[in-house]
């Protein structure tokens, strides 16, 4: 399966020449969604090292939130 985010123009028509090269004598099946980044393993763990650092600074000063209300705040 191969995988194209349409970001601008030039994948555009990549997409359009890979449809029109394909194989009609076979089915197949396209479905669409809108493109959503995802951070990389690292970037998460930097997010939650610093969503830990926030809950314990705020329960500091007499907060009371979990590393989990944080995240969702």
Request: cysteine-free; hydrophobic content about 40%; glycine content about 2%.
């Amino acid at each position: 399966m191969q995988k194209i985010v349409v970001a601008n123009e030039a994948t555009r028509r990549q997409l359009l020449t890979y449809i029109e090269k394909l194989d009609v004598s076979k089915p197949v099946e396209f479905s669409f969604k809108p493109f959503k980044a995802r951070r990389s393993l690292s970037a998460n763990n930097l997010y939650w090292q610093w969503i830990t650092i926030m809950t314990t600074h705020f329960n500091s000063k007499g907060a009371k939130y979990t590393t989990e209300l944080m995240h969702d705040a």
